[in-house]
């Protein structure tokens, strides 16, 4: 079964940068999308950015214009950089994937474990 570990989080001054990676090990016959998400105390976890396998990419507009989404397929290695943050964007971010592992079964959904990103100064 797939599995994910997020790295790269920590604390950061307001209007830095930092990039999440999110390595993925494991057998999948077929990924569908990956995603990064967030979750702050108190709050719903949000999805940011959104990758399919074809490469068509959306995002939340809280994020828009300051955080991008990539990956490196020979990696297995999703990516997201994040520039201009604030203290809102304080969160545990997470990554999913969406995958098949055989021809015509059901979808799965996996997380990561999250990595905590601090923007404070």
């Known amino acids: 079964q797939v599995q994910l570990a997020e790295s790269g989080g920590g604390l950061v001054q307001p209007g830095g940068s930092l990039r999440l990676s999110c390595a993925a090990s494991?057998?999948?016959?077929?990924?569908?999308?990956m995603a990064w998400y967030r979750q702050a105390p108190e709050k719903e976890r949000e999805m940011l950015a959104r990758?399919?396998?074809?490469?068509?990419?959306n995002y939340a507009d809280s994020v828009k214009g300051r955080f991008t989404i990539s990956r490196d397929v020979a990696k297995s290695t999703l990516y997201l950089q994040m520039n201009s943050l604030k203290p809102d964007d304080t969160a545990i971010y997470y990554c999913?994937?969406?995958?098949?592992?055989?021809?015509?079964?059901?979808?799965?959904?996996?997380w990561g474990q999250g990595t905590q990103v601090t923007v404070s100064s």
């Open positions: 990758i399919t396998s074809g490469g068509t990419t």
């Open positions: 999913n994937t969406e995958v098949f592992y055989e021809l015509g079964a059901k979808m799965n959904v996996i």
């Open positions: 494991g057998y999948v016959f077929r990924v569908n999308a």
